[in-house]
């Protein structure tokens, strides 16, 4: 068994795909443009005012739990190669602290280097947002093979110095005020649950089936706090510096912990000596499509019926899909059948249990989120998780995921690509004009949104491929 590192690449296509549909949901155009499936189904047009009672589940919904999944399931491949060559339990938990305290920084830095909210004229605006893109390469930037000078350690010290001065002088010229608790929410979540994910695969890692424990006694404390108030929500509740560390994040290892699970199964599996047959031609593109449609269904499946509440014939198609996606793995002759067939226990429990939890607390909701939510998406995450193998491995598609791939393993840059360089390179160059036409202002918006997304991607694959990465 190899103890070398391992790269799964359906893992960053998936990871891919969720920041690019982040990046896509929040630049399609809003004001009841588009259809309610569109948007959040907890923002619905054509108002988009928050309805914390209003159940659903659309693909918005799905991208920021597929983000969490692909993070978990990369904790096997982050660490597992490390410790396997002796690097230390201690070592690896500062290295998980170090994490987490970067991810922090970089979800307050990235939250008032942002454009939006900046009391300032437009132009002055854009070229302000450019400047805290230049800030955050030179604090986040890998320096491996991309700064072309000696002592590359200083260059992430001179850019956090330089960042504090900008952020204090925007203070004091009331452009942005300054504050620790003015932050990213979906940064300080992933900063939370990585460091959760992080001493869970620590703990278990050896004894990974362990983790459903951990999941079990997770969900105990989730459901109880959400009760209501008794001296478990009281708990939930406590934190020492609740905009840093809150149990209102970690329940998202609700996500992550299946993720660590699929990881751990994957890794060993590619660890394998025999990994040579992973490039065979299996004979059995048929098998490969049905599965390959028949995962795309299931998600299609849950968000059609989560969303329009036709839930009854969508529990029904549901059912039918995953025995059939079973009957397909069972007869699919390929390196990853008894990955996925090991997972498959899982993929079912999570999803059919994620629609037997739905009426739990009025419903399948986003915010505050439920308990079917965060394992059902679990579930469709590890579905897409097949369907990237499938379209990678068996269909040897792997030249045409380029920018999904090369997002993935860039994720960092992706998310502050869009409003911090493309968006802002649009405004000062005018080509945003030219994007725009008065008589088809929705069909105009929405190519837009896409044309700033694709440009996103191919940044940070582009990036990527030359080993210039956001990280911390």
């Not at 209501?228 to 905009?243: D, K, T, V």
């Not at 000596?273 to 490039?279: E, K, S, T, V």
């Not at 993929?347 to 009426?359: D, H, K, M, T």
Request: aromatic share 12%; glycine share 8%; net charge positive.
């Amino acid at each position: 068994m190899s103890t070398g590192k391992v790269r799964f690449e359906a893992l960053d296509t998936l990871r891919g795909l969720a920041i690019l549909m982040m990046v896509l949901s929040g630049t399609i155009p809003f004001e009841g443009a588009l259809p309610g499936w569109m948007y959040h189904a907890q923002l619905p047009p054509p108002q988009h005012i928050f309805n914390p009672d209003w159940p659903g589940l659309t693909w918005v919904d799905l991208v920021f739990p597929m983000f969490l999944f692909s993070m978990g399931a990369a904790i096997p491949f982050s660490f597992g190669g490390r410790m396997d060559r002796g690097t230390t339990h201690a070592k690896i938990a500062g290295h998980l602290i170090w994490r987490f305290l970067g991810l922090a920084v970089f979800a307050v830095v990235s939250q008032h280097l942002r454009p939006w909210g900046m009391d300032a004229p437009d132009f002055v605006k854009w070229l302000l947002a450019l400047l805290g893109m230049t800030l955050m390469l030179l604090v986040f930037a890998s320096p491996a093979k991309a700064w072309p000078v000696k002592y590359t350690f200083l260059i992430p010290l001179i850019g956090l110095l330089l960042t504090v001065a900008f952020l204090g002088l925007m203070d004091v010229e009331g452009v942005r005020g300054f504050s620790l608790k003015s932050f990213d929410i979906i940064i300080m979540v992933l900063a939370n649950t990585a460091l959760g994910g992080g001493i869970l695969y620590l703990m278990f890692r050896k004894w990974h089936q362990a983790l459903w424990v951990s999941f079990a006694l997770l969900t105990a404390f989730f459901l109880s706090a959400r009760d209501g108030n008794n001296w478990i929500s009281n708990i939930y509740s406590w934190s020492p510096a609740s905009w840093l560390v809150s149990w209102n994040y970690l329940k998202y290892l609700l996500v992550l912990i299946p993720g660590i699970y699929t990881g751990i199964v994957c890794r060993n599996a590619l660890q394998n000596l025999d990994i040579g047959l992973r490039q065979e031609k299996t004979g059995n593109a048929r098998i490969a499509f049905g599965i390959l449609l028949a995962g795309i269904a299931l998600v299609a499946v849950s968000l059609w019926g989560l969303y329009t509440r036709n839930m009854e014939l969508s529990f029904a198609i549901t059912i039918v899909l995953i025995v059939g996606l079973f009957l397909l793995l069972k007869k699919w002759r390929s390196f990853w059948r008894p990955v996925f067939v090991k997972l498959f226990p899982v993929i079912a429990v999570l999803i059919i249990g994620g629609y037997l939890l739905e009426p739990l607390h009025g419903g399948i909701k986003k915010d505050p989120a439920t308990l079917s939510y965060l394992i059902l998406t679990a579930g469709l995450s590890m579905v897409l998780l097949l369907a990237f193998v499938v379209l990678n491995e068996e269909f040897s598609l792997k030249g045409l995921m380029f920018i999904l791939t090369g997002s993935g393993k860039n994720p960092m840059m992706a998310y502050v690509a869009g409003s911090n360089l493309v968006i802002p390179v649009l405004a000062l160059t005018g080509m945003e004009n030219l994007l725009f036409f008065e008589e088809i202002p929705v069909v105009s918006g929405l190519v837009k949104a896409i044309i700033i997304t694709l440009v996103v991607g191919l940044v940070s694959a582009l990036a990527a491929q030359k080993k210039f990465f956001m990280r911390v």
